[in-house]
């Protein structure tokens, strides 16, 4: 089968950095399905791991990226309870598994749902990744509620059209929040209006004076898309006493906590690999959250945020969304589609 992977750290300018690869179909085992890859996102991951060090199983193997995946199943393992051959799936898979830029990918049912039916497979692959980050990040560890006991409390989305900010825009919207979303060019802060933000303030200007004009000097939450330590200090004055503040990218230095000690403020990670990587429990979470999701896009509450699709899957079009993704300024998600025969 075709599949498209890494050998070297290589920064994206160099043909290398992603190759064209031919690899035996994987076979699926006790709760693995086996899907045929219709249309895959690119994320920032990929582009971190495209530059990270060479494993020791990556010395002598090229590894596979992709962790936003739309396809069908095509037969499944022993064990698996959830899906049948033919069904129309998507998933973000697991980061210890093999990613899903190749024509056959293996994933475990726990963290797949049935694809939202009115979406297309290229709409539907924009989703999965940053739909359960966001989803995770609201009400799993800020504790958000979806039936409207957090209604009227704002919400601060630093990075509102990045691929994550759009769908914690509108998983917030959802939640009857008010939704002040940053965005820093005229292009980003109208998608950010698009996926239903109250108020969009620029990230690249001073936030404080920008949240009095809105008489919304603090919130009581504050999901960060961005860099933590550049926003930690700023966060601490504007998160309200008792708020809760989710980060998921980590820092690059230590950040003093104690800024948040006289608010009793919580400061949360979310890390959306976090259950599949350690096997949790409840890892099957993900398939239901995803089942949801499905489910509010169907009932049009939710909108695909794909914004450009390139065809087909090989190395040339993924070096390209790469690049796009790697220069900060995606807005909405890039998807490619189709193999070539
Ligand atoms: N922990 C997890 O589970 C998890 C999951 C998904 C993603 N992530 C990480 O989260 C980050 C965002 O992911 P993504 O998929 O949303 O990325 P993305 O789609 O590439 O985000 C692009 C957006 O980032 C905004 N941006 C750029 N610099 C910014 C800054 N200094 N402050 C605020 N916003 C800024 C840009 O807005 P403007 O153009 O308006 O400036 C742009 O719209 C990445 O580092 C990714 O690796 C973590």
């Given at each position: 089968?075709?599949?498209v992977?890494r050998?070297?750290?290589?920064?994206?300018t160099?043909?290398?950095?992603?190759?064209?690869?031919?690899?035996?179909?994987?076979?699926p085992?006790?709760r693995?399905?086996l899907?045929q890859?219709?249309?895959?996102?690119?994320n920032?991951?990929?582009?971190?791991?495209?530059?990270?060090?060479?494993?020791?199983?990556?010395?002598?193997?090229?590894?596979?990226?992709?962790?936003?995946v739309?396809?069908?199943?095509?037969s499944?393992g022993a064990?698996v309870?959830?899906?049948?051959?033919?069904d129309?799936?998507y998933y973000?898979?697991s980061?210890?598994?093999?990613?899903g830029?190749?024509e056959y990918?293996?994933?475990?049912?726990?963290?797949?749902a049935k694809?939202?039916?009115?979406?297309?497979?290229?709409?539907a692959a924009a989703?999965?990744l940053t739909?359960?980050?966001?989803y995770?990040?609201?009400?799993?560890?800020?504790?958000?509620s979806?039936?409207?006991?957090?209604?009227e409390?704002?919400?601060l989305?630093?990075?509102?059209?990045g691929?994550v900010?759009s769908?914690a825009?509108?998983?917030?919207?959802?939640?009857?929040?008010?939704?002040?979303?940053?965005?820093?060019?005229p292009?980003?802060?109208?998608w950010c209006?698009?996926?239903?933000?109250?108020?969009?303030?620029?990230?690249?200007?001073s936030?404080?004076?920008?949240?009095?004009?809105?008489?919304?000097p603090?919130?009581?939450?504050?999901f960060?898309t961005s860099?933590i330590?550049?926003?930690?200090?700023?966060?601490g004055?504007i998160i309200m006493p008792q708020?809760?503040?989710c980060?998921?990218?980590?820092?690059?230095?230590s950040?003093?906590?104690?800024?948040?000690k006289?608010?009793s403020?919580?400061f949360v990670?979310?890390?959306?690999?976090?259950?599949?990587?350690?096997?949790?429990?409840?890892?099957?979470e993900?398939?239901?959250?995803?089942t949801?999701?499905a489910?509010?896009v169907?009932?049009?509450?939710i909108?695909s945020?794909?914004?450009?699709?390139?065809?087909?899957?090989?190395?040339?079009?993924l070096?390209?969304?790469?690049?796009?993704?790697?220069?900060?300024?995606?807005?909405?998600?890039?998807v490619l589609?189709?193999w070539?025969?």
């Amino acid at each position: 089968m075709k599949a498209v992977g890494r050998s070297l750290p290589l920064p994206i300018t160099d043909p290398d950095s992603l190759q064209d690869l031919e690899l035996p179909k994987p076979v699926p085992q006790e709760r693995d399905l086996l899907v045929q890859v219709k249309a895959v996102s690119v994320n920032p991951v990929d582009t971190k791991i495209r530059r990270s060090q060479l494993t020791d199983q990556e010395e002598s193997t090229p590894r596979v990226l992709g962790w936003d995946v739309a396809g069908v199943v095509k037969s499944v393992g022993a064990q698996v309870s959830l899906f049948q051959s033919g069904d129309e799936v998507y998933y973000s898979g697991s980061l210890i598994r093999s990613g899903g830029n190749c024509e056959y990918h293996l994933v475990d049912e726990r963290l797949v749902a049935k694809k939202p039916a009115s979406l297309t497979m290229e709409q539907a692959a924009a989703l999965p990744l940053t739909a359960v980050t966001a989803y995770e990040a609201l009400f799993d560890r800020m504790g958000i509620s979806q039936q409207g006991e957090s209604a009227e409390k704002s919400i601060l989305i630093i990075g509102g059209a990045g691929g994550v900010g759009s769908l914690a825009i509108q998983l917030a919207k959802i939640a009857k929040l008010h939704v002040i979303a940053t965005a820093s060019r005229p292009e980003s802060q109208a998608w950010c209006r698009k996926m239903g933000a109250d108020d969009v303030i620029d990230h690249t200007q001073s936030m404080p004076p920008q949240l009095q004009k809105l008489h919304r000097p603090m919130v009581e939450y504050i999901f960060n898309t961005s860099h933590i330590d550049h926003y930690w200090k700023i966060m601490g004055e504007i998160i309200m006493p008792q708020g809760r503040i989710c980060g998921i990218v980590e820092s690059s230095g230590s950040v003093d906590l104690n800024v948040l000690k006289s608010k009793s403020a919580t400061f949360v990670w979310e890390f959306m690999f976090t259950r599949s990587m350690y096997q949790t429990e409840d890892m099957i979470e993900q398939h239901h959250l995803l089942t949801r999701i499905a489910e509010w896009v169907d009932s049009q509450q939710i909108q695909s945020t794909l914004a450009k699709t390139l065809s087909p899957i090989n190395s040339a079009n993924l070096r390209q969304a790469h690049a796009t993704l790697e220069s900060g300024r995606m807005v909405g998600k890039l998807v490619l589609a189709g193999w070539d025969s």
